[in-house]
């Protein structure tokens, strides 16, 4: 009689449908992909009063032509703009042409940029058209939509970042935990879609970007996990909740890529008509952070050099008392100053709850909008 050997559970996670294709292979995957999107964007940002711009549809490719549909929404009403980005003669050019008789073009010096100057210069005025954001997006991973639920993001889980190799088993028990609906951001270099030449795009010649390292010691990784390429956690949100959102992240690095990705996740917030409650968790266990964080804006968010060679994971770095303050503070501050700055016609308030150790606060801005937003920072 023959005796069935017993895998080792880790043998089976590896061989289980549950995984199938390695992570690797999904990482290599994703990146190749995402070389290839590409589409046009356009929003509201510094606007004083309450303005939606929602896409409709996708962007639609011609032979020497993008262009992509949207709705500018004010006081119930609502009209069409058409965003193209043209090929004439070797020039790249873009138009705006906004309730069929309004018209904004130019050369297309840059990929990102707000619209030129329309004719009708009270029209421009009571629709602020030249607060109108549009972006020739490249190598950029699509919008991820967000619904009412409980998220957990993990955040480009690099050996780069974890150079200790402290975070693998806390981030996969994240991941294979149901009690979340988990996605995972990949790093790669910032503005990396500058790299596409557009005539060859137009020329129909698939873009050739140099590759990304595949740099993880993830292994145990759900197939139905998304897996978004997001530079610096630069990648864009559909905000779909009506109720309230969790997010808990893990990963790194908090100062930079974690704050860029919650960032992203409020603007997605403000420039919709949601009025659920955001709330963002820290699992400072689970967490790293670099030396130098983001920059300017007055914020304090680096740490000191000999400290981060120590242990760069979150809350060792947060240990210290005379630190706790000075980081959390600045932390807060960009949500409550730079931020609320950029979207004050799209809320009436705007509620920030702060919990962290050494430093709790409660602050209320008030805004040109409707809307009474709240969002929390928890730390544990």
């Known amino acids: 009689m023959k005796t069935l050997s017993i895998l080792p559970l880790f043998t089976l996670l590896l061989v289980s449908p549950l995984y199938g294709q390695s992570f690797a292979e999904r990482v290599t995957k994703a990146y190749l992909d995402t070389d290839q999107n590409f589409d046009l964007d356009c929003y509201y940002d510094y606007n004083k009063a309450p303005k939606l711009m929602t896409p409709k549809g996708e962007t639609q490719r011609g032979a020497n032509h993008i262009s992509r549909e949207f709705m500018i929404e004010k006081d119930n009403q609502i009209l069409p703009m058409t965003f193209t980005v043209e090929r004439k003669n070797r020039t790249i050019t873009y138009s705006a042409l906004i309730d069929n008789k309004h018209l904004a073009t130019g050369n297309l010096k840059q990929r990102s940029f707000f619209l030129g100057p329309i004719k009708d210069q009270a029209f421009s005025a009571e629709y602020e058209t030249t607060k109108i954001l549009c972006e020739v997006n490249f190598a950029y991973a699509y919008p991820h939509e967000l619904k009412d639920g409980n998220y957990h993001i993990n955040v480009h889980p690099h050996k780069t970042y974890d150079w200790q190799n402290r975070l693998t088993a806390v981030m996969e028990n994240y991941l294979n935990d149901k009690k979340f609906e988990s996605i995972i951001l990949l790093e790669t270099g910032n503005n990396r879609g500058n790299l596409v030449n557009i005539n060859h795009f137009f020329d129909g010649i698939p873009a050739k970007l140099p590759a990304n390292k595949v740099d993880s010691d993830l292994v145990n990784v759900p197939l139905e996990i998304p897996i978004i390429v997001s530079p610096a956690g630069n990648n864009r949100f559909v905000f779909q909740a009506k ?78 008392k005379n630190t706790q303050k000075v980081y959390h503070s600045s932390y807060l501050d960009y949500f409550r100053h730079f931020l609320a700055r950029q979207f004050s016609g799209m809320y009436k308030t705007y509620k920030l709850n702060y919990k962290a150790e050494g430093y709790e606060t409660t602050v209320i801005l008030e805004g040109h909008g409707t809307r009474d937003l709240e969002v929390s920072f928890i730390y544990f």
Do not use: P
């Open 243 to 320: 109720n309230e959102l969790n997010v808990t992240f893990t990963g790194g690095n908090h100062n930079y890529c974690i704050w860029n990705a919650a960032r992203h996740i409020i603007e997605g917030m403000m420039t919709s008509k949601s009025e659920a409650k955001v709330n963002f968790y820290y699992d400072t266990k689970a967490i790293v952070a670099q030396q130098r964080g983001i920059e300017g804006e007055g914020l304090q968010i680096n740490f000191n050099r000999r400290d981060v060679n120590r242990s760069n994971l979150l809350s060792d770095l947060l240990s210290n």
